[in-house]
């Protein structure tokens, strides 16, 4: 049997020649890479425990309409960084809006839950279009807020168990 280790390496910076120290530049930076792209990009931005950006990576590429990514996909560069929070960012590249499809709303919620399981919090989910962005934070905040998903989804008990409470 062959052993298997992982690492990280990290890269010279190509995204911003300047610090980033706030969930505000870090989505400006990530947003100028993705937002007028062709066909949808899924992204995650990885924090500490101080909420400083740590890092990015691109976890999906996708058609001009959806981008899948699994969980494992979005958790991994967030495990290997040490990371507590993540923000996690597509863009819409179809003109018209930043409403979130079923599969946005659903893909936030398994992130959402992935990431409680594993001890990262997801700390917002982004959509981005040309110049503009919406923020599940605040406008669908149930969509990431573990206790709300767990109650929608029935699981009173193991919410209170797990949480507690």
Not at 51 to 67: D, E, K, R, T, Y
Request: charge should be negative; hydrophobic fraction near 40%.
């Amino acid at each position: 049997m062959n052993e298997v280790m992982i690492q990280m390496v990290e890269k010279p910076s190509l995204l911003s020649e300047t610090p980033v120290n706030s969930k505000e530049e870090a989505i400006e930076v990530c947003l100028k890479q993705i937002s007028n792209l062709t066909q949808e990009c899924m992204i995650v931005i990885n924090f500490d425990t101080e909420l400083i950006p740590l890092n990015m990576c691109m976890v999906g590429l996708g058609s001009p309409w959806s981008a899948p990514a699994r969980p494992a996909d979005v958790f991994k560069s967030a495990i290997l960084s040490n990371a507590r929070y993540v923000i996690v960012a597509h863009n819409h590249p179809y003109p018209g809006s930043l409403k979130p499809s079923g599969a946005d709303l659903e893909s936030c919620m398994d992130i959402a839950l992935c990431g409680y399981h594993l001890g990262i919090m997801l700390w917002d989910c982004i959509i981005c279009q040309g110049e503009s962005y919406m923020s599940f934070q605040d406008c669908f905040p149930e969509y990431i807020n573990v206790e709300k998903i767990l109650e929608k989804l029935g699981y009173d008990k193991i919410k209170n168990k797990q949480l507690g409470h």
